[in-house]
């Protein structure tokens, strides 16, 4: 035992701490040389800590990749009999299963082939809780990687046989009731996402607002006037650079509620670009540099989240004219194309910029930027750009020109106020009840941990006396290795060794 063991905590009667190494036969993994074709493609199993990440499940019989007999014996991979428990140890370090049948992994993998008298599942759960542990016995610069002599110092507390079974079955019973809570949480989080897709959807039919439109249509401006009064600020806005945009086309355009109009983006909005976000910098230097609100910060359904901020000098966005000002709309015009469209409006004080990928929507006159974003996200949702930039596969362009030409259905201006205050308070209900089922999801992972740290020291099942002490097994695995000393397979573990190792 190292000396890190001398201060762990006591155990129950019958227990006994020990080593991994000490309870099974650890044997690291290795890769063909992927110059080599004849390395892949054969019927061997092959592992990496990518296809562990992705695993579902206690057990993995296969990773994304197989080897051929020669990429096995050609490298340092190891034929690992099924039971045994693979541990990503690095990149990242703490996946854990148990192999269904045969396999190897390659060496971002240790490999734990327990001896008889020790329960695999085990093994297994202890690993799962036991993450941050294997941290500390990693080391390295670039990352942390778990090395083959330490992964056999690992501490682990081993009861006796029918506890490591019984302490199995209830972690296996509470976890679930626990999966069966959080599924069932997740269907609430999913419902309240197609709640709020609909609630969009309504709102840009008309139907959110149909009986206010009745008893107020009286006192409605009529949609033309407001629209004639924007161009008009639009032409004494942009001067020399006014323009007329293509004449629009609605013969294709569902019918609108009564009152309401079609327009263009390009006719409620002067639309521009973002700084350089290569340029800017993690973190301020001085009180002058200005926030940048990039496409992280944008949530799913239009509102921001200022977190993760970058920064660049105030003077250069001053002088570049890229301060973001209240009421204008970001728009998401460059991403993966199901996120083009994602928008939400500057509603802050204080000067903040815009990144290159998010367009800066600034409307000619103030009050309608909310329903604009709105819409904006509803057409994103509904998969309108991903029919624009169908040829896209991981970045899509939608540019400033493609934004201009936008339809977007233009209610009086009272009305898009009560449409942005419906949606809104639908929208806080629902953001209440996703708070509540976050947290529930939060005490849900607490309450695994818990479960787990219970497991291991003693206090998840009651005690046997009558169990054969766990030091028992232990002097006879120590007795079985003194006997069999000199066969222990080493630096290439191969299954007929292993086999026979553990008979």
Request: charged letters at 25%; proline letters at 6%; a positive charge.
């Amino acid at each position: 035992m190292n000396n890190e063991v001398t201060i762990l905590p006591e155990l129950p009667k019958g227990w006994v701490w020990t080593e991994l190494g000490q309870i099974s036969i650890v044997a690291s993994g290795g890769t063909p040389s992927t110059a080599n074709d004849s390395n892949f493609g054969g019927d061997i199993p092959w592992v990496t800590p990518a296809d562990l990440s992705v695993n579902q499940g206690k057990f993995i019989s296969k990773g994304r990749r197989n080897i051929t007999q020669h990429g096995l014996s050609s490298s340092s991979a190891v034929l690992l009999p099924s039971g045994t428990v693979i541990f990503s140890s690095r990149a990242p370090i703490g996946y854990v299963a148990i192999s269904a049948n045969d396999i190897c992994t390659n060496q971002g993998c240790k490999n734990f082939i327990v001896y008889s008298g020790v329960f695999n599942e085990y093994v297994y759960y202890y690993l799962k809780a036991n993450k941050s542990l294997a941290e500390t016995y990693a080391s390295g610069t670039t990352f942390l990687e778990l090395n083959a002599s330490r992964a056999n110092t690992l501490p682990i507390p081993l009861p006796p046989l029918p506890e490591q079974h019984r302490i199995v079955a209830k972690i296996e019973e509470l976890f679930t009731k626990l999966d069966a809570g959080v599924e069932a949480l997740n269907r609430i989080k999913a419902q309240l996402k197609r709640y709020r897709q609909a609630v969009l959807k309504h709102a840009f039919e008309g139907k959110l607002t149909a009986e206010w439109h009745e008893t107020h249509k009286h006192e409605l401006e009529p949609v033309s006037v407001l629209l004639d009064r924007i161009k008009q600020e639009r032409k004494e806005n942009l001067k020399a650079r006014y323009e007329e945009l293509p004449p629009l086309d609605i013969s294709d355009l569902p019918e609108l509620p009564e009152g309401w109009e079609w327009t263009k983006v390009g006719e409620l909005f002067d639309i521009s670009y973002g700084l350089s976000e290569s340029l800017s910098k993690t973190e301020a230097d001085t009180q002058a540099d200005v926030p940048v609100i990039r496409i992280p910060n944008i949530t799913e359904f239009g509102s921001l989240n200022l977190t993760q901020l970058k920064y660049f000098p105030l003077e250069k966005v001053r002088k570049e004219k890229l301060v973001v000002n209240r009421n204008d709309v970001l728009f998401n015009w460059r991403n993966a194309p199901k996120w083009i469209g994602r928008s939400a409006v500057f509603d802050r004080d204080g000067e903040f910029a815009n990144a290159s990928f998010l367009l800066k929507l600034r409307p000619y006159i103030q009050g309608y930027s909310h329903f604009a974003s709105y819409y904006l996200n509803h057409l994103r949702i509904s998969g309108y750009f991903l029919t624009k930039v169908s040829n896209a596969v991981n970045q899509a362009n939608f540019n400033a020109t493609m934004t201009a030409q936008v339809e977007i259905p233009f209610p009086p201006l009272l009305e898009q106020h009560r449409i942005v205050e419906e949606i809104e308070r639908r929208f806080s209900i629902a953001d209440q009840i996703e708070k509540i089922v976050d947290y529930s999801l939060k005490q849900a992972e607490r309450l695994r941990q818990s479960i787990l740290k219970r497991a291991f020291e003693g206090k998840l099942v009651p005690q046997d006396p009558n169990d054969e002490p766990a030091e028992k097994l232990l002097e006879r695995i120590k007795v079985e290795k003194t006997e069999r000393k000199g066969q222990a397979p080493r630096d290439k573990v191969k299954y007929s060794k292993a086999r026979r190792w553990l008979k």
